[in-house]
Protein backbone atom coordinates (compact mmCIF):
# COMPACT_ATOMS: atom_id res chain seq x y z
CA UNK A 1 0.00 0.00 0.00
CA UNK A 2 1.37 3.45 -0.97
CA UNK A 3 1.20 5.85 1.76
CA UNK A 4 0.64 9.56 0.66
CA UNK A 5 2.50 12.45 1.88
CA UNK A 6 0.33 15.05 3.38
CA UNK A 7 2.54 17.74 1.36
CA UNK A 8 2.92 17.93 -2.24
CA UNK A 9 6.75 17.37 -2.91
CA UNK A 10 7.12 21.32 -4.49
CA UNK A 11 5.84 22.28 -0.87
CA UNK A 12 8.13 19.82 0.74
CA UNK A 13 11.12 21.34 -0.51
CA UNK A 14 10.03 24.37 0.21
CA UNK A 15 9.62 23.53 3.79
CA UNK A 16 12.93 21.73 3.55
CA UNK A 17 14.95 25.31 2.41
CA UNK A 18 13.34 26.91 5.35
CA UNK A 19 14.00 24.67 8.08
CA UNK A 20 17.62 25.31 7.13
CA UNK A 21 17.54 29.02 7.63
CA UNK A 22 19.60 29.26 10.46
CA UNK A 23 19.00 32.68 13.30
CA UNK A 24 22.26 34.19 11.94
CA UNK A 25 21.25 34.01 9.13
CA UNK A 26 17.78 35.31 9.25
CA UNK A 27 19.24 38.43 11.43
CA UNK A 28 21.63 39.09 8.76
CA UNK A 29 18.43 39.44 6.53
CA UNK A 30 16.74 41.13 8.82
CA UNK A 31 19.88 43.36 9.28
CA UNK A 32 20.25 44.07 5.22
CA UNK A 33 16.64 45.13 5.00
CA UNK A 34 16.58 47.52 7.42
CA UNK A 35 19.59 49.08 6.02
CA UNK A 36 17.99 49.20 2.58
CA UNK A 37 14.85 50.66 4.21
CA UNK A 38 17.01 53.49 5.97
CA UNK A 39 19.34 54.67 3.25
CA UNK A 40 19.95 58.34 2.30
CA UNK A 41 17.42 59.34 0.05
CA UNK A 42 17.63 62.41 -2.74
CA UNK A 43 15.87 65.45 -1.71
CA UNK A 44 12.87 66.49 -3.76
CA UNK A 45 13.66 70.01 -5.33
CA UNK A 46 12.10 72.68 -3.62
CA UNK A 47 8.94 74.10 -5.12
CA UNK A 48 9.04 76.48 -8.21
CA UNK A 49 8.87 80.47 -6.90
CA UNK A 50 5.17 81.93 -7.42
CA UNK A 51 4.94 85.41 -8.07
CA UNK A 52 1.74 86.93 -9.86
CA UNK A 53 1.81 88.82 -13.15
CA UNK A 54 2.31 92.31 -13.59
CA UNK A 55 -0.08 94.19 -16.09
CA UNK A 56 0.69 97.84 -16.76
CA UNK A 57 -1.75 99.89 -18.38
CA UNK A 58 -1.47 102.96 -20.82
CA UNK A 59 -2.11 105.40 -17.86
CA UNK A 60 0.64 103.79 -15.91
CA UNK A 61 -1.45 101.67 -13.26
CA UNK A 62 -0.20 98.26 -12.28
CA UNK A 63 -1.95 95.19 -11.71
CA UNK A 64 -0.56 92.60 -9.78
CA UNK A 65 -2.54 89.36 -10.90
CA UNK A 66 -2.81 86.04 -10.48
CA UNK A 67 -3.50 83.28 -12.73
CA UNK A 68 -3.58 85.18 -15.48
CA UNK A 69 -5.39 83.59 -18.42
CA UNK A 70 -7.00 84.34 -21.81
CA UNK A 71 -10.68 83.21 -21.66
CA UNK A 72 -11.28 79.83 -24.06
CA UNK A 73 -9.23 76.95 -24.30
CA UNK A 74 -6.71 78.15 -26.19
CA UNK A 75 -4.47 80.27 -24.56
CA UNK A 76 -1.96 81.18 -27.05
CA UNK A 77 -1.39 85.03 -28.25
CA UNK A 78 -1.71 85.21 -32.29
CA UNK A 79 1.75 86.41 -33.27
CA UNK A 80 1.79 88.24 -37.15
CA UNK A 81 5.56 88.57 -38.03
CA UNK A 82 5.40 89.84 -41.94
CA UNK A 83 2.86 87.94 -43.81
CA UNK A 84 3.11 84.60 -41.48
CA UNK A 85 0.88 84.27 -38.36
CA UNK A 86 2.65 82.32 -35.21
CA UNK A 87 0.70 81.06 -32.34
CA UNK A 88 2.66 81.26 -29.19
CA UNK A 89 1.56 79.60 -25.91
CA UNK A 90 1.46 82.00 -22.89
CA UNK A 91 2.79 79.56 -20.75
CA UNK A 92 6.20 80.25 -23.27
CA UNK A 93 6.18 83.89 -22.74
CA UNK A 94 7.87 85.75 -20.07
CA UNK A 95 7.17 89.22 -21.01
CA UNK A 96 5.68 91.44 -23.76
CA UNK A 97 6.06 95.46 -24.63
CA UNK A 98 3.83 97.21 -26.74
CA UNK A 99 6.10 99.17 -29.00
CA UNK A 100 3.76 101.17 -31.14
CA UNK A 101 -0.40 102.56 -31.90
CA UNK A 102 -2.70 99.65 -33.42
CA UNK A 103 -3.13 99.16 -36.75
CA UNK A 104 -5.74 97.02 -38.31
CA UNK A 105 -6.26 94.98 -35.66
CA UNK A 106 -2.20 94.38 -34.61
CA UNK A 107 -0.42 96.41 -32.83
CA UNK A 108 3.91 96.27 -33.15
CA UNK A 109 5.28 94.91 -29.68
CA UNK A 110 7.93 92.70 -28.31
CA UNK A 111 8.01 89.89 -27.05
CA UNK A 112 10.32 87.70 -24.35
CA UNK A 113 9.77 84.04 -23.95
CA UNK A 114 10.82 82.14 -21.28
CA UNK A 115 14.14 80.99 -22.72
CA UNK A 116 15.50 84.13 -23.12
CA UNK A 117 14.61 84.66 -26.92
CA UNK A 118 13.44 87.46 -28.30
CA UNK A 119 10.90 88.01 -31.45
CA UNK A 120 9.45 91.64 -32.80
CA UNK A 121 5.80 91.38 -34.57
CA UNK A 122 2.25 92.48 -34.40
CA UNK A 123 -0.38 90.92 -31.81
CA UNK A 124 -4.06 90.40 -32.10
CA UNK A 125 -5.44 92.36 -30.15
CA UNK A 126 -9.75 92.36 -31.63
CA UNK A 127 -11.46 90.53 -28.84
CA UNK A 128 -8.21 89.65 -26.76
CA UNK A 129 -9.26 89.73 -23.13
CA UNK A 130 -7.10 89.35 -20.36
CA UNK A 131 -8.43 87.59 -17.51
CA UNK A 132 -7.38 86.54 -13.44
CA UNK A 133 -7.68 87.71 -10.16
CA UNK A 134 -6.55 90.39 -8.07
CA UNK A 135 -6.60 90.83 -4.14
CA UNK A 136 -10.13 92.29 -4.71
CA UNK A 137 -11.04 89.21 -7.06
CA UNK A 138 -12.37 88.71 -9.79
CA UNK A 139 -10.61 91.02 -12.99
CA UNK A 140 -10.90 91.46 -16.68
CA UNK A 141 -9.25 93.78 -19.16
CA UNK A 142 -9.07 94.02 -23.01
CA UNK A 143 -5.16 93.78 -24.38
CA UNK A 144 -5.69 96.73 -26.10
CA UNK A 145 -5.53 98.78 -22.92
CA UNK A 146 -2.25 96.94 -22.11
CA UNK A 147 1.54 98.82 -22.38
CA UNK A 148 3.04 96.15 -21.08
CA UNK A 149 2.61 92.37 -19.52
CA UNK A 150 5.19 90.41 -17.47
CA UNK A 151 3.67 86.88 -17.02
CA UNK A 152 4.09 84.99 -13.56
CA UNK A 153 4.09 81.81 -12.75
CA UNK A 154 1.64 80.68 -10.73
Known amino acids: ?8 LRKAKACRYLCRITAPSLGW ?3 LCLLAACAPRELPPP ?3 VYPSRVITHD ?5 VHRLRLPGTRQELTIRNGS ?5 PLNRIMGVRFTGPARGGYRPAEIVLISGD ?6 YLV ?4 EGSTDLGYWNM ?3 KVERLDVGRD
Open 60 to 64: GLAFM
Open 142 to 144: PLS
Open 84 to 88: AKEWV
Open 29 to 31: LLA
Open 1 to 8: MKIKHPLP
Open 118 to 123: RMKGEI
Open 127 to 130: NVIL
Open 47 to 49: PAP
